[in-house]
C-alpha cells in the first residue's frame, strides 16, 4: 500500500487544522492506521491510531481531548482532526500502515508498522 499525507501547514495557537492519509490499492481495511509525529531534535512518536475495525483508537496523552482519529474506507482516507492546537505539537506528521494485527488491534510500536507516508509539516505558532 502506498501512503499520501496531506493537510499540514502553519496555523495560529488555538487553531484547527485536519490531515488527511489517502491510500492507494484495494485492500485498505486489512491495516490498522497511525500517525506519528517527529518534532526537531527529537525522536518520531505515536500521536494516535485506529484499528482495522475502527473502534479500537489510541491516542497519546498530550493529545487527547483535542485530536481525534478516524477513517472511510470507502474513500481509503484516515484523518486526523487537531483542534486547540499548541506549539509543542510543532512536527512533521506522519501516517503508517500495519497489516500484522487483529481486526481489534492496535499498535503504539512504530517498529511494528510497515508501510510509511512521506510525512506533512504542522507548524504552530505562539
Known amino acids: 500500500v502506498q501512503l499520501q499525507a496531506s493537510g499540514g501547514g502553519l496555523v495560529q495557537a488555538g487553531g484547527s487544522l485536519r490531515l488527511s492519509c489517502a491510500a492507494s490499492?484495494?485492500?485498505?481495511?486489512?491495516?490498522?492506521i497511525s500517525w506519528f509525529r517527529q518534532a526537531p531534535g527529537k525522536e518520531r512518536e505515536f500521536v494516535a491510531g485506529i484499528s482495522r475495525s475502527g473502534d479500537i483508537i489510541y491516542y497519546t496523552d498530550s493529545v487527547k481531548g483535542r485530536f481525534t482519529i478516524s477513517r472511510d474506507n470507502a474513500k481509503n482516507t484516515v484523518y486526523l482532526q487537531m483542534n486547540s492546537l499548541k506549539p509543542e505539537d510543532t512536527a512533521v506528521y506522519y501516517c503508517?500502515?500495519?497489516?500484522?494485527?487483529?481486526?481489534?488491534?492496535?499498535?503504539?510500536?512504530?517498529?511494528?508498522?510497515?508501510?510509511w507516508g512521506q510525512g506533512t509539516l504542522v507548524t504552530v505558532s505562539s
Open positions: 490499492g484495494r485492500t485498505f481495511s486489512s491495516y490498522a
Open positions: 503508517a500502515a500495519n497489516s500484522n494485527v487483529y481486526y481489534r488491534e492496535l499498535s503504539r510500536d512504530l517498529r511494528t508498522y510497515e508501510y
